[in-house]
Nanobody, 122 residues
Framework: QVQLAESGGGSVQAGGSLRLSCAAS????????VGWFRQAPGKEREFVAN????????NTADSVKGRFTISRDNAKNTVNLQMNSLKPEDTAVYYC???????????????WGQGTQVTVSS
């Protein structure tokens, strides 16, 4: 089993920044990719970005490209999501997920964190 714990959510005004962290623990040997997804009220869960667990290759959704950056901290076993130039439409619960396939589909991720709320006010 892999346990994931997100932190760093909160409230910010439009144009501001937040940094989310995802701490992985447990049997991470089977983890191939870690991704961030988000879900706004009444909407489907949406892919944000992912990063290879053993490397640095990343993939970012067009909706956040140029504003959000995903990265890994090998020493701390964490994956971070730096979010800049935030917009009200970025408001959502953000989830960290781990899986064995590099994918933007939430169904391909076996392990999920509990989520952290990000609220951007105009």
């Amino acid at each position: 089993q892999v346990q994931l714990a997100e932190s760093g959510g909160g409230s910010v005004q439009a144009g501001g920044s937040l940094r989310l962290s995802c701490a992985a623990s447990g049997r991470t040997v089977g983890v191939y990719v870690v991704g961030w997804f988000r879900q706004a009220p009444g909407k489907e869960r949406e892919f944000v970005a992912n990063i290879m667990w053993s490397g640095s290759s990343t993939n970012t959704a067009d909706s956040v490209k140029g504003r959000f950056t995903i990265s890994r901290d090998n020493a701390k076993n964490t994956v971070n999501l730096q979010m800049n130039s935030l917009k009200p439409e970025d408001t959502a619960v953000y989830y960290c997920a781990a899986g064995r396939f590099r994918s933007s589909r939430s169904d391909d991720y076996a392990y999920w964190g509990q989520g952290t709320q990000v609220t951007v006010s105009s």
